[in-house]
């Protein structure tokens, strides 16, 4: 049976015709004595899926080959596991874990254990084990095939099989016959062997239990690499058993202690993911000086930072005693943390304490560095002496590139593409994150729109082009918490995490939605609050008085806006905030991407592509536009009683004078004449002021109904409305 599938696999991969080539489409009964007890269908000859078919699968990421069958498995209560081949104890935790999930996502009562027996529903086979300590560039293939008869998913080590059970979560679904498994056959292994995600859990300290559960989520999603931000000028997050001063001092109690990030990085090979600390340096650093102000470039004493920004605290490049001291840090942490790499941040340092220090000064002219940017190479090649002599591999922000370092280092670029490509050139590994910045608020399509080969990437060599590892997501958190980071995290960080693992190939945006809103509700099964704790934090907003009329009410507001992009949170606040600043507000509640404002734009495309013709989408167009109107009066009088509603009662009256625009224009196109020019100028004005930020928020469908304003300047025609 083995060797037949796999001839099938050969034949379909060498684009052969397997009839042609004297295989049949038959059942294939277990012969090898090995265990496994059932019989496949070779799906392999089966016709490949449409993109249709393959949206109905809805799996993220998409495989690299999907190939349909007939039929699905059933899952029900006897739905078993067996290990063949090599096992070990994470795979039996593997199984252990699909079973508790798969037994969540269908309520059956499934028996949790790996069968003792050959016979299973479904037969995991993998060949040997990963190595101990997980490395880039692992074989993390897999190869799952399900017929009416069983399943059976086979791959070279533990970590092909940990990503062939999340496939397979993703095909159970609810039938007309109960719960099944779309037959199917798929080849799959990623595109990029680094796909992480960096939570900052310096600057709010994240709690460990939620660090777990966006492990699960990456899990999920196939990304291998979780990259924790550990330090800031907010605070020092780990424990440091020889320089205790450290995390005593730098982070008002909350930190992880080292049994905490032990079990973590434990629960994270569990699932096939790498850890990689980030201890930021020289700059970014303020939280290390509260402790150790004699690290410091300028006098002290030092205190926790509580407000956001690039600051002038930077460790002194100068000092011998600097580089003893990270020597004994970096010691201890390589230890503790098993991982190949280990980041040092490197990013946004301001120079300022070292203009100002004589001594500073002094050493640079002694030793002709001409600059602040070479006396940062100089501590970056001091640092990465010590990070070597402790056996990691030194990865850094793209601040760090410099030709004087060894070509060991890796580069994590952050502030354009182009610097990802120019390490490349230069003999340099790297990773993106440029683009892949989660906490910017961009809606998905944009992040997934960015791809690490993209740009100058694209002109670099074949031999340069490996040195590209992939790329990462990064969450900052000033304006994330415990209570709100899953939201901001998922379901937009599934989009990257399928950029990275799925062929190039794969970016239909309209696919990846259909198949984000799949996994967002899968990923609820994993404990994951994205979607959960609006609800929660909406309540304290109405407060308990608010009847069901008026949080509906509210809620009709806060589906339709989103917070301020990129970095203008701080521009547009009416007060600095800082760590203390509770989050409590809409703009911490929202979304930070409005799937109901996207819906309402994709609807009005529709409408302007059929000419405005379309009745049917216009009446439901009217019903929105009609809803938003009139939501206004049925908020107000819960904007009376609470605080935290008065804030958007401005952003209520406007969603108010934009539905009224929008209603407008449809009147102006159900005549199928152009609306006069006069009325249009006055449309746009109106839409120009409601643009304008308010309470933070953005008014999600003003260019959806911009678009419906331009369709009635132009009779109707919808020429030009495309736009
Ligand atoms: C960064 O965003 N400063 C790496």
């Known amino acids: 049976m083995t060797v037949c599938v796999s001839r099938c696999y050969i034949?379909?991969?060498?684009?052969?015709?397997?009839?042609?080539?004297?295989?049949?489409?038959?059942?294939?009964?277990?012969?090898?004595?090995?265990?496994?007890?059932?019989?496949?269908?070779?799906?392999?000859?089966?016709?490949?899926?449409?993109?249709?078919?393959?949206?109905?699968?809805?799996?993220?990421?998409?495989?690299?080959?999907?190939?349909?069958?007939?039929?699905?498995?059933?899952?029900?209560?006897?739905?078993?596991?067996?290990?063949?081949?090599?096992?070990?104890?994470?795979?039996?935790?593997?199984?252990?874990?699909?079973?508790?999930?798969?037994?969540?996502?269908?309520?059956?009562?499934?028996?949790l254990k790996p069968a003792k027996t050959p016979q299973a529903t479904l037969i995991i086979r993998t060949d040997h084990a990963s190595k101990e300590i997980e490395e880039v560039d692992e074989d993390e293939s897999y190869v799952l095939e399900v017929s009416t008869a069983g399943a059976k998913l086979t791959a070279p080590t533990p970590l092909g099989a940990v990503h062939g059970l999340q496939t397979f979560l993703q095909l159970v679904d609810i039938s007309p016959d109960g719960f099944a498994a779309a037959a199917v056959a798929i080849q799959d292994k990623p595109r990029f062997p680094w796909r992480g995600l960096m939570i900052d859990s310096a600057r709010h300290f994240i709690p460990v239990e939620v660090i777990r559960r966006n492990l699960d989520g990456m899990e999920a999603v196939k990304m291998n690499v979780f990259h924790w931000h550990l330090s800031e000028n907010q605070g020092f997050r780990a424990e440091s058993k020889r320089l205790p001063k450290l995390h005593?001092?730098?982070?008002?109690?909350?930190?992880?202690?080292?049994?905490?990030?032990?079990?973590?990085?434990?629960?994270?090979?569990?699932?096939?993911?790498?850890?990689?600390?980030?201890?930021?340096?020289?700059?970014?650093?303020?939280?290390?000086?509260?402790?150790?102000?004699?690290?410091?470039?300028?006098?002290?004493?030092?205190?926790?930072?509580?407000?956001?920004?690039?600051?002038?605290?930077?460790?002194?490049?100068?000092?011998?005693?600097?580089?003893?001291?990270?020597?004994?840090?970096?010691?201890?942490?390589?230890?503790?943390?098993?991982?190949?790499?280990?980041?040092?941040?490197?990013?946004?340092?301001?120079?300022?304490?070292?203009?100002?220090?004589?001594q500073i000064q002094e050493f640079m002219r002694a030793h002709g560095i001409k600059n602040n940017q070479a006396l940062q190479a100089y501590f970056n090649k001091r640092l990465q002496a010590v990070v070597e002599k402790h056996g990691k591999s030194m990865i850094g922000w793209d601040e760090i590139l410099d030709p004087?370092?060894?070509?060991?280092?890796?580069?994590?670029?952050?502030?354009?593409?182009?610097?990802?490509?120019?390490?490349?050139?230069?003999?340099?590994?790297?990773?993106?994150?440029?683009?892949?910045?989660?906490?910017?608020?961009?809606?998905?399509?944009?992040?997934?729109?960015?791809?690490?080969?993209?740009?100058?990437?694209?002109?670099?060599?074949?031999?340069?082009?490996?040195?590209?590892?992939?790329?990462?997501?990064?969450?900052?958190?000033?304006?994330?918490n415990a209570e709100n980071v899953d939201s901001r995290i998922w379901p937009r960080n599934a989009a990257i995490a399928e950029r990275l693992w799925s062929p190039e190939e794969v970016h239909d945006p309209a696919s990846m939605y259909t198949r984000l809103d799949s996994i967002s509700a899968r990923l609820e099964w994993l404990g994951l609050t994205h979607r959960t704790y609006y609800r929660r934090m909406l309540q304290r907003i109405a407060g308990s008085a608010a009847t069901p009329d008026e949080f509906t009410a509210l809620r009709t507001l806060t589906d339709l806006v989103e917070p301020v992009k990129d970095y203008t949170r701080q521009q547009t606040a009416l007060a600095e905030a800082t760590s203390l600043?509770?989050?409590?507000?809409?703009?911490?509640?929202?979304?930070?991407?409005?799937?109901?404002?996207?819906?309402?734009?994709?609807?009005?495309?529709?409408?302007?592509?059929?000419s405005c013709l379309d009745a049917e989408i216009e009446a439901r167009l009217r019903t929105h536009l009609l809803l938003w109107r009139d939501n206004d009066a049925?908020?107000?009088?819960?904007?009376?009683?609470?605080?935290?509603?008065?804030?958007?009662?401005?952003?209520?009256?406007?969603?108010?004078?934009?539905?009224?625009?929008?209603?407008?224009?449809?009147?102006?196109v159900s005549k199928r004449q152009p609306a006069p020019d006069t009325w249009k100028v006055q449309q746009f004005a109106i839409m120009e002021q409601l643009k304008k930020p308010k309470a933070q928020l953005l008014l999600i469908p003003i260019p959806a109904v911009q678009k419906l304003v331009e369709a009635a300047a132009s009779g109707g025609a919808c020429v030009g409305a495309k736009q």
């Open 11 to 111: 034949a379909a991969r060498n684009g052969m015709n397997p009839k042609r080539e004297g295989l049949t489409q038959t059942m294939i009964l277990n012969s090898d004595g090995r265990g496994f007890g059932l019989v496949f269908l070779c799906l392999l000859l089966l016709p490949k899926l449409t993109t249709a078919q393959q949206l109905t699968l809805n799996l993220t990421p998409m495989p690299v080959s999907v190939q349909a069958g007939t039929g699905s498995l059933r899952v029900d209560s006897s739905f078993s596991v067996a290990l063949a081949g090599h096992t070990e104890p994470r795979l039996e935790r593997a199984v252990e874990r699909f079973l508790q999930q798969l037994a969540r996502q269908t309520a059956l009562p499934l028996s």
């Open 248 to 358: 005593e001092l730098g982070s008002d109690g909350l930190y992880y202690t080292q049994e905490e990030i032990r079990d973590l990085i434990a629960y994270a090979r569990d699932r096939g993911i790498r850890v990689v600390p980030e201890f930021d340096l020289p700059g970014h650093s303020t939280a290390w000086f509260v402790g150790h102000p004699e690290l410091a470039s300028g006098p002290g004493p030092y205190q926790i930072e509580r407000r956001w920004g690039v600051f002038d605290p930077a460790f002194d490049p100068t000092s011998e005693r600097t580089y003893r001291f990270l020597d004994e840090f970096i010691g201890e942490m390589a230890k503790l943390f098993p991982d190949q790499f280990f980041h040092v941040g490197g990013d946004e340092v301001n120079g300022k304490q070292w203009d100002a220090n004589q």
């Open 404 to 480: 004087s370092l060894p070509k060991d280092i890796t580069i994590q670029s952050w502030r354009g593409p182009a610097s990802l490509a120019a390490a490349a050139k230069q003999g340099y590994r790297g990773l993106l994150s440029n683009g892949y910045y989660l906490d910017l608020g961009w809606p998905a399509a944009r992040h997934y729109a960015v791809d690490p080969m993209s740009g100058d990437a694209a002109n670099l060599s074949p031999e340069e082009k490996q040195r590209i590892l992939g790329g990462e997501s990064c969450m900052w958190s000033e304006y994330v």
């Open 581 to 610: 600043t509770p989050m409590n507000r809409v703009v911490d509640a929202v979304p930070l991407e409005s799937d109901t404002g996207r819906r309402f734009g994709e609807l009005v495309d529709k409408f302007v592509s059929t």
């Open 634 to 668: 049925k908020l107000q009088p819960l904007a009376q009683r609470s605080l935290l509603v008065q804030e958007v009662a401005g952003r209520s009256q406007d969603l108010s004078a934009l539905a009224s625009a929008g209603l407008s224009a449809l009147h102006a």
